[in-house]
């Protein structure tokens, strides 16, 4: 299944590829794979919800890592007295993690490093693309490619992977051909009206209709009584008994899927090869606003998913955007330790995670045209007091 796209992938990470229907899937056999149930992983606390509940669906214990206030990413130089038994990067709208500090620390204490490479499929460090310094890189084939589901795990040995498929074969769900249809054309419709004046109308045709996850500001609704209840008494609660946190905005993130999806997924990846350079030049210019992120200076080199402007004003910039019809996602707000209190170990210096996940714009490079009389005008953030 998938062998062609594997194959892609291969020659581009230089790792054992192996298919998987979504990048939360593939982060969850991950885990199972290299970590034990009652097992602390060090996280980020600014990333996707359902991050949070395929780590406990795992039977692990989130240990929240302080976060640089240049990049939002894990400061790795804060994290070395705390307990942990494994590392999960998130690699923020694709600035990559210090993933060589983190690589390092990981090899001296015989842990492992999971990538979580989402919005990192084209960004590098040193040459090397992000996903292939630990001991595992999770790839998303729908944020940058743009593809309608899927994404890969890259290991660096073939026994890994063998065993990863045995993982994956235990986990995954029926396949439904209308289903795995319906997510195609979503897919082909939303690239299609992407940064154009259809997006906001269709944004808001997809609410009318109940398309889009009902949210409590920026996070689903946590159920803490339900969730609870889910949890109690077990170390290993399983995909299944999680699953409607896990699913999520992809209720399929776990179905098998077909040829066609693995034709378009090919042919989004030629897609995002040819906007490389017009992704690049949408960095620089985005770098030049004073509310850039500090970090994105260093990374003028690389084609990034998103990037992070820090206004004093988000909520209300993400809505004269959605007036052009620029819809802002993939805000993570508030940090997990806020957003579930008690299910995590709390970060000893919450509030640079805060003022991030208050103040952070991530916008598509490929929009910078479109976006600039806005974004031009915003108020950068004042930094925290720490």
Same mark, same amino acid.
């Given at each position: 299944m998938f062998a062609r796209l594997e194959a892609e992938l291969r020659s581009r990470l230089g790792r054992e590829c192996l298919y998987v229907?979504?990048?939360?899937?593939?982060?969850?056999i991950a885990l199972r794979r290299w970590m034990k149930p009652g097992q602390r992983l060090l996280m980020s606390p600014i990333s996707a919800d359902e991050i949070l509940f395929l780590v406990l669906a795992a039977g692990l214990r989130p240990v929240i890592a302080p976060v640089s206030t240049?990049?939002?990413?894990?400061?790795?130089?804060?994290?070395?007295?705390?307990?942990?038994?494994?590392?999960?990067?998130?690699?923020?709208f694709g600035l990559p993690?210090?993933?060589?500090?983190?690589?390092?620390?990981?090899?001296?204490?015989?842990?492992?490093?999971?990538e979580d490479a989402a919005h990192a499929l084209q960004t590098t460090v040193g040459g090397v693309p992000v996903g292939a310094y630990g001991t595992a890189g999770v790839f998303s084939l729908s944020k940058h490619a743009g593809a309608a589901q899927g994404g890969v795990i890259a290991v660096t040995s073939?026994?890994?992977?063998?065993?990863?498929?045995?993982?994956?074969?235990?986990?995954?769900?029926?396949r439904y051909a209308a289903a795995e249809l319906a997510g195609l054309l979503k897919?082909?419709?939303?690239?299609?009206?992407?940064?154009?004046?259809?997006?906001?109308?269709?944004?808001?045709?997809?609410?009318?209709?109940?398309?889009?996850? !009902?949210?409590?500001?920026?996070?689903? &609704? @946590?159920?803490?009584?339900?969730?609870?209840?889910? /949890? *109690?008494?077990?170390?290993?609660?399983?995909?299944?008994?999680?699953d409607p946190w896990i699913r999520a905005d992809n209720h399929n993130y776990r179905m098998r899927q077909g040829g066609l999806s693995e034709r378009y997924a090919l042919r989004r990846l030629?897609?995002?090869?040819?906007?490389?350079?017009?992704?690049?030049?949408?960095?620089?210019?985005?770098?030049?606003?004073?509310?850039?992120?500090?970090?994105v200076h260093d990374h003028l080199d690389q084609p990034l998913f998103r990037v992070p402007l820090l206004v004093r004003d988000r909520d209300g910039a993400a809505e004269r955007l959605r007036r052009l019809g620029i819809i802002t996602g993939h805000i993570y707000d508030p940090p997990f330790d806020?957003?579930?209190?008690?299910?995590?170990?709390?970060s000893p210096t919450p509030e640079v995670a805060r003022w991030?996940? !208050?103040?952070?714009?991530?916008?598509? &490079? @490929?929009?910078?045209?479109?976006?600039?009389?806005? /974004? *031009?005008?915003?108020p950068s953030a004042l930094e925290p007091v720490r």
């Open positions: 229907p979504s990048n939360r899937f593939g982060l969850f240049r990049s939002g990413n894990i400061d790795a130089a804060a994290v070395t007295d705390l307990r942990f038994d494994g590392v999960m990067t998130t690699n923020l993690d210090d993933v060589v500090a983190l690589a390092d620390l990981c090899a001296e204490r015989g842990i492992p490093l999971i073939p026994d890994d992977r063998a065993f990863l498929e045995e993982l994956r074969e235990r986990w995954l769900g029926r897919a082909v419709a939303r690239n299609a009206v992407a940064g154009t004046g259809l997006a906001r109308p269709a944004w808001w045709l997809a609410e009318a209709l109940g398309l889009n996850e !009902r949210r409590d500001g920026f996070r689903i &609704p @946590l159920r803490r009584n339900v969730l609870a209840s889910r /949890l *109690a008494g077990v170390p290993y609660s399983g995909m299944v008994v999680l030629r897609v995002a090869e040819t906007q490389r350079k017009q992704r690049l030049r949408g960095v620089r210019r985005l770098a030049e606003l004073k509310t850039a992120a500090p970090v806020d957003y579930a209190p008690g299910l995590t170990e709390p991030w996940a !208050r103040h952070v714009l991530p916008v598509d &490079p @490929l929009l910078v045209d479109r976006a600039w009389p806005i /974004l *031009a005008s915003l």
